[in-house]
Every structure is written in structure tokens, then in C-alpha cells.
T-cell receptor, first 118, second 110 residues
Framework: GAVVSQHPSWVICKSGTSVKIECRSL??????MFWYRQFPKQSLMLMAT?????????EQGVEKDKFLINHASLTLSTLTVTSAHPEDSSFYIC??????????????FGPGTRLTVT | RKEVEQDPGPFNVPEGATVAFNCTYS??????FFWYRQDCRKEPKLLMS???SGNEDGRFTAQLNRASQYISLLIRDSKLSDSATYLC???????????FGTGTSLTVIP
């Protein structure tokens, strides 16, 4: 149990275009989903936290108008990188909180999306 | 001061060795503790949660020291496949804020 999928796994886009990344919890209802970004050889950086049906909470320094997050259901959250630029090239990873056990404090990560902006 | 601190390593150990990582956290109200493993260019995978009484899963043992505010991970009889980055993660029950360490890099050498 506790499987999280992401789509696409890899995307290349031109500068100025928008990219949407989907994150799905496949076998459980995720009360909270998180979006992270990771640059090569660096640690995960939390971008935002989203709860189903409410607005996402963004970390300091993360532009909410550039990284649009929608958490429409308990199994789906999307991150849209608007007007992408080369510096947005990174590994984007989502995670979901909420599992099959009574204690649901673990996070389960999706496989990540590697974004390259040319 | 960072919420969670780890020695980044790298730790290079021979196969069969025992290796231990420590991780310190700054918020005494922290309640949930985890070790994740991340392979190169992959997502983190939950290795084990850390319970107050300490817990063991095969060759892996995790311990929590609340008084000194650190958690540890011990790997016995290291395998080549244990080579990865090990992330320490801390959370408070009442919040959605998870704090990640920067990770400790382990390479097991044949």
C-alpha cells in the first residue's frame, strides 16, 4: 500500500511554456500533499503544502503565481510551472501523507518529475 | 540554527562493516521521526520510522534520544546495495511541517 504516482516522469519544454505535473495517491486518501524541488546534489526543498479543497501554503521564497497548485481531490494534486525558464529545471517530487494504518504520519513520495527547460 | 542537522559524509565503508549515522533536531516538541533512503536521481523511500523505545528491522536499528534531541541509524553487515543517501526527517504531530536533514551519503565498497 501507500503508492504515489507522478506524471510525467520526464519533460523537456521550451522557455516560456507551462508544464503541469500530476501527483496521485493510488491506494489511499491523502489528506495532505507536499511538493518539493531538488537540485543536483542538494537536499529536498519544500515548495508548498496542500490540503484537499483548500489553498496551498507556500514556503518563503516560492512564487505562488509561478507554481500553481491545485488539490482537487483526496487522491490528486497538480503543480503547474507557469512560464518556465531554464532556472526552473529541476527534479520535482510530490509526497502524500495519509496511509492505511491508524497513524498516518509518514510521507510517501512519488517517483519524481525531471523538468528540463531549454 | 537548522531544524535538522546531519553529517553529510561521505561515509565510505567496506562491505560487512557496521556504520552509524546521527541526526540532531532543534525543536523539543518534535514527535515523529523517520529515516528515508534516497538513491541517486530517485525519490526518497521510507526506510523506517523511529519509535521512542527504539526499533530494529533486519540489519537496521533506529534509536531516539529525546534528552539530547538526536536520532540514530545503525546499519550492520553493510551491503553494496546499502549505498545511498540517508535522510533524517522530523515532524510534529499537530503540524504538516516535515523537516529534512541534508542527508548523509554512504558508499559501501567491495
Amino acid at each position: 500500500g501507500a503508492v504515489v504516482s507522478q506524471h510525467p516522469s520526464w519533460v523537456i519544454c521550451k522557455s516560456g511554456t507551462s508544464v503541469k505535473i500530476e501527483c496521485r495517491s493510488l491506494d489511499f486518501q491523502a489528506t495532505t500533499m507536499f511538493w518539493y524541488r531538488q537540485f543536483p546534489k542538494q537536499s529536498l526543498m519544500l515548495m508548498a503544502t496542500s490540503n484537499e479543497g483548500s489553498k496551498a501554503t507556500y514556503e518563503q521564497g516560492v512564487e505562488k503565481d509561478k507554481f500553481l497548485i491545485n488539490h482537487a481531490s483526496l487522491t490528486l494534486s497538480t503543480l503547474t510551472v507557469t512560464s518556465a525558464h531554464p532556472e526552473d529545471s529541476s527534479f520535482y517530487i510530490c509526497s502524500a501523507r495519509g496511509g492505511t494504518s491508524g497513524l498516518s504520519y509518514e510521507q510517501y513520495f512519488g517517483p519524481g518529475t525531471r523538468l528540463t527547460v531549454t | 540554527r537548522k531544524e535538522v542537522e546531519q553529517d553529510p559524509g561521505p561515509f565510505n565503508v567496506p562491505e560487512g562493516a557496521t556504520v552509524a549515522f546521527n541526526c540532531t533536531y532543534s525543536n523539543s516538541a518534535s514527535q515523529s521521526f523517520f529515516w528515508y533512503r534516497q538513491d541517486c536521481r530517485k525519490e526518497p523511500k521510507l526506510l523506517m520510522s523511529v519509535y521512542s523505545s527504539g526499533n530494529e528491522d533486519g540489519r537496521f536499528t533506529a534509536q531516539l534520544n529525546r534528552a539530547s534531541q538526536y536520532i540514530s541509524l545503525l546499519i550492520r553487515d553493510s551491503k553494496l546495495s546499502d549505498s545511498a543517501t540517508y535522510l533524517c526527517v522530523v515532524n510534529m504531530y499537530t503540524g504538516n511541517q516535515f523537516y529534512f536533514g541534508t542527508g548523509t551519503s554512504l558508499t559501501v565498497i567491495p
